[in-house]
């Protein structure tokens, strides 16, 4: 547990990206039908420990066969109710040898990770499209700041992990290449050839392999 409460200590240390809380805990309804800017509190009542517990970080998740070789285990408010107005949530990364985290971004959050194993090659790029890349190690951290472009790659021969958190409750991400080439309605083949320096069948290709298999 203590790397995840390193973790933590970091984010409580800076100001949250979601709105301050105006009571001591407000543990999310998950079945409140009741649409806000995060979620209702259920009733004081029946707020428990378990609440705010969350155990699925604690051991590595299957990296089944895909092509990224990385397995992502959320602990966000939707796992974790009482992560509901409190500016925070956490997530477990497991790397296969050469597996990568591909470019992607958090909108509502930034993002540390501290590294449980291995070694990582790691970087965000600044609307600058200035590179910051670094390789780290078992025990470093790494910061991601809040919107950037961003990925990890396992440099390591073993497997590697890390522990993220989030200054939000529900940073969400959004993947480059699965955002561009999967969107729903597709996003137009002209556009993504234009924008990528390709021809249109290429761009139609790249889709493909895009599709639900």
Known sequence: MRPLLIVLALLLANAAA???VLQDLCVADLSS????????????????PNDFFFAALANPSPINN???????????????PGFNTLGISVARIDYAPGGINPPHSHPRASEVIFV?????EVGFITTANVLMAKQINKGEVFVFPKGLLHYQKNIGK????????FNSQLPGTQSVAASLFSATPALPD???AKAFHIATPEAEKI???FAPK
């Open 190 to 192: 002209n556009v993504l």
């Open 116 to 120: 449980l194993e291995g070694k990582l």
């Open 66 to 80: 895909n092509t990224l070789g990385i397995a992502v285990t959320l602990g966000n408010v939707e796992k974790v």
């Open 207 to 209: 889709k493909s392999r």
């Open 158 to 165: 073993g497997l590697a992990a890390v522990i993220a958190g």
């Open 33 to 48: 039908e009741v649409k806000i800017n995060g979620y209702t509190c259920k009733n004081a009542a029946t707020v428990t």
């Open 18 to 20: 979601d709105c301050d």
